[in-house]
Nanobody
Framework: QVSLVESGGGSVQAGGSLRLSCAAS????????MAWFRQAPGKEREFVSV????????DSIDSVRDRFTISRDNAKNTMYLQMNSLRVEDTAVYYC??????????????????????WGQGTQVTVSS
């Protein structure tokens, strides 16, 4: 079992940047496929980016692919989301997520909330015009 804690959220103007971090504890971090999700007010939680066990493969939704970069440092038990050229529509609570150890490929393939076993508490990102 792994515990996740996000940090790095805040308020920025459109065009600005933020770097989110997700610190993991409780298990060997490299055993988990990790992802970022976000939830805007009044909307369902949506997938943003996913990264495989060793950080050698990543994917993101089209709307952020050229602006956000997901990465991980297994030596530091930490995952990151570098967000550049932020837009008002990026405003949301961002959640760090991990699949069950034996179900990493499921989360990698589906990118669905139902396949997330562990969630962080979320960090607010607010982008103003």
């Amino acid at each position: 079992q792994v515990s996740l804690v996000e940090s790095g959220g805040g308020s920025v103007q459109a065009g600005g940047s933020l770097r989110l971090s997700c610190a993991a504890s409780g298990d060997v971090f490299s055993r988990y496929v990790m992802a970022w999700f976000r939830q805007a007010p009044g909307k369902e939680r949506e997938f943003v980016s996913v990264i495989n066990w060793h950080g050698t493969n990543t994917d993101s939704i089209d709307s952020v692919r050229d602006r956000f970069t997901i990465s991980r440092d297994n030596a530091k038990n930490t995952m990151y989301l570098q967000m550049n050229s932020l837009r008002v529509e990026d405003t949301a609570v961002y959640y760090c997520a991990a699949a069950r150890r034996e179900a990493g490929w499921t989360l990698w393939s589906s990118r669905q909330s139902r396949d997330v076993a562990y969630w962080g508490q979320g960090t607010q990102v607010t982008v103003s015009s």
